[in-house]
Nanobody, 121 residues
Framework: QVQLVESGGGLVQPGGSLRLSCVAS????????MGWYRQAPGKERELVAT???????HYADSLKGRFTISRDNAKNTVALQMNSLKPEDTAVYYC???????????????WGQGTLVTVSS
């Protein structure tokens, strides 16, 4: 079994910063791509950023310059640094990873439970 657990969500004022983190645990052989997605009320889940196993990032065009994704392969973690936050960034943020489970030869897509980020004054 594999689990992803997010942390770091909360209430922040417009223009502020927040750092989200996610740790993968369980019977893990290796992790390929990791990423962050978000879902605002009434909207579908959308890509925020992904990062490859060697650290190459990809961002949603609208978020370039404000958000930074990083990972620590030794700790099976991925983080999202969010700066200059706007009210429209308010959403539940979900961690995602492609994980090869011990005893298998296939990558599985695993999701965290989500953490709420509210940007409001």
């Amino acid at each position: 079994q594999v689990q992803l657990v997010e942390s770091g969500g909360g209430l922040v004022q417009p223009g502020g910063s927040l750092r989200l983190s996610c740790v993968a645990s369980g019977s893990i052989l290796t992790i390929r791509t990791m990423g962050w997605y978000r879902q605002a009320p009434g909207k579908e889940r959308e890509l925020v950023a992904t990062i490859s196993s060697i650290g190459f990032p990809h961002y949603a065009d609208s978020l370039k310059g404000r958000f930074t994704i990083s990972r620590d392969n030794a700790k099976n973690t991925v983080a999202l640094q969010m700066n200059s936050l706007k009210p429209e960034d308010t959403a539940v943020y979900y961690c995602n990873a492609e994980v090869m489970v011990t005893g298998t030869y296939r990558y599985l897509e695993v999701w965290g439970q989500g953490t709420l980020v509210t940007v409001s004054s």
